[in-house]
């Protein structure tokens, strides 16, 4: 029987290239001259350092641009508040990834709704979807794809 399944996942090398070129970027922009503007990363979070809140939004912009750049939907970012302090400012910016339980069951929820001849289960942080047939999982992505959701999904393992 055709299935595939919907996940939430991040290329951990992209998101580490991106934070490379933005703190490359950073050091080499002339308004960040001085200032202790840069991006660290340990592993799923990311820390935002600068001056003033002005530029922490600036440094977020540029890595921003760069994970589009590099293929990674910036809906996954999920921004913590301004902590100021010892003549910096600092943010912390978490990367969700794995689809939760609640959303899960949302998604579950929808594509029953839909009546779509398909049967989706929760296995871990993913949802298997299996039809009899192949048009019935297409329909189910299309659907997945126009709902809004809070969470960026992708569709692998696809299997006939």
């Known amino acids: 029987m055709p299935s595939f399944d919907v996940v939430s996942e991040v290329?951990?090398?992209?998101?580490?290239?991106?934070?490379?070129?933005?703190k490359r970027e950073v050091?080499?922009?002339y308004d960040f001259k001085g200032s202790p503007a840069d991006v660290e990363q340990s592993e799923a979070e990311l820390t935002l350092f600068g001056a003033s809140e002005f530029?922490?939004?600036?440094?977020?912009?540029i890595l921003t641009q760069k994970l589009a750049k590099r293929g990674i939907d910036v809906g996954c970012l999920e921004s913590g508040k301004l902590d100021e302090g010892g003549g910096k400012v600092r943010r912390v910016v978490t990367i969700r990834q794995g689809i939760d339980q609640d959303l899960a069951r949302k998604i579950i929820r929808l594509i029953k709704d839909s009546k779509l001849k398909v049967q989706a289960s929760i296995q871990g942080e993913k949802i298997r979807v299996t039809g009899k047939k192949r048009d019935d999982l297409q329909d189910a992505i299309a659907l997945l794809r126009k709902a809004e959701l809070e969470?960026?999904?992708q569709y692998d393992n696809f299997r006939d």
Do not use: G, K, S, Y
């Open 11 to 22: 290329d951990m090398q992209e998101l580490r290239n991106a934070v490379d070129q933005t």
């Open 27 to 29: 050091e080499n922009r």
């Open 55 to 61: 530029q922490v939004d600036q440094v977020m912009d």
């Open 151 to 153: 969470l960026p999904l």
